[in-house]
């Protein structure tokens, strides 16, 4: 069995309200893991605490107790230059690639100076180095010139890629890397993420709210809501078959290519807004909006096995299928 390059342990990072001086719970108790050359899905709602954690993870963030465990070392204990080229080796994929790159900027000048920051030798290794990241992301040498503003947003986005590819990270931690993109741009996008996987091994943790996206390249998937953890497996289990109310809520929308299948599918449509992360409900934190809750999710469930490598924090973990009883919009 593979021993996980990234093993995040009961992680809480919380923020302190301006107003109120209560804590708001981005992140409340995750626990998950990568292996090395895997693709990891983490999905949800917007507001359930995905890009909290994963800007937590590379250090953009503070954690308030839990571990994140990288290559046997615990990130959140390390200082100094120790810390530094340990997170070197953890890079962070924003969303817009536009206002992440300097308007001020070539493609070479980016890629150069991350290439400083990483200790690359002189300026003639630096530019060889800056064509091979080009080409390693499938853009033309030619781009080297050019500015964000002269670039299409999938052009964009290659070059944060290869900009992050500068230090030879060990994971990427994608923070809805396509989301901003035209739709026939995504899938160019996931299948490079797919390409830096089988070619240098590298773990990916992709966070999104687009579920179809993340079933494209993801071998694993975790569904966040409230800043918990309800539901995690292998993708194809996962789609095949979800064992929590809340992900066969959120796959039920998901579109379908057929038309035919689309017009007559079952949707659920949950009704009310998801609590607030400063005061979340009591046991399952998806209760008060679940269509199937019951007087057990007064208390908080575990993380039930439901097959091998799959498994859901509910009481009904596999019991319950909340489409099969909608009915249809």
């Known amino acids: 069995m593979l021993e996980p390059i990234l093993q995040i342990t009961d992680l809480k990072t ?15 108790g995750v626990t998950l893991h990568l292996n090395p050359g895997e693709i990891v899905g983490l999905v949800g709602e917007s507001g359930c605490g995905k890009s909290t954690l994963g800007r937590t993870i590379v250090g ?4 308030r107790s839990g571990s994140i465990m990288f290559k046997g070392q615990d990130v959140l204990a390390l200082k100094g230059r120790e810390g530094a080229a340990t997170r070197r080796e953890i ?5 817009d690639p536009l206002s992440s790159l300097s308007p001020r900027q070539t493609v070479g000048e980016a890629l150069n100076e991350a290439l400083i920051i990483n200790g690359e030798g002189n300026s003639a290794a630096r530019r060889a180095r800056t064509l091979e990241l080009l080409e390693e992301v499938s853009l033309p040498s030619q781009l080297v010139d050019r500015y964000a503003r002269e670039m299409s947003g999938g052009q964009r986005q290659r070059v944060c890629i290869a900009r992050a590819l500068a230090a030879d990270p060990k994971v990427l931690v994608c923070d809805e890397p396509v989301s901003s993109l035209d739709v026939s741009i995504r899938a160019q996008i ?3 993420f797919l390409k ?5 091994g590298m773990a990916c943790l992709l ?20 800043g918990q953890i309800m539901e995690e497996g292998q993708s194809a289990s996962l789609y095949r078959k979800p064992a929590h109310p809340y992900t066969q809520a959120l796959l039920s929308a998901v579109p379908l290519t057929n038309p035919d299948e689309e017009q007559s599918r079952r949707r659920i449509l ?3 807004e998801v609590p607030s992360p400063i005061n979340p409900p009591s046991g399952c934190r998806f209760r008060t909006r679940c269509p199937a809750k019951q007087s057990e999710c007064e208390t908080m469930p575990p993380l039930m096995p439901f097959e091998p490598g799959h498994g859901a924090r509910c009481h009904f973990t596999g019991k319950v299928d909340i489409v099969a009883n909608a009915a249809v919009p």
């Open 14 to 28: 919380h923020f302190r309200d301006s107003r109120t001086g209560a804590d708001i719970r981005a992140c409340d």
């Open 60 to 63: 953009l963030e503070r954690a």
């Open 91 to 95: 890079q962070y994929i924003f969303q």
């Open 190 to 192: 996931m299948n490079l």
């Open 196 to 200: 830096l996987r089988d070619d240098m």
């Open 207 to 226: 966070i999104a709210h687009d579920l179809s996206i993340v079933r494209l390249a993801a071998q694993r998937v975790y569904v966040m809501y409230l």
């Open 270 to 272: 949950l009704r009310g």
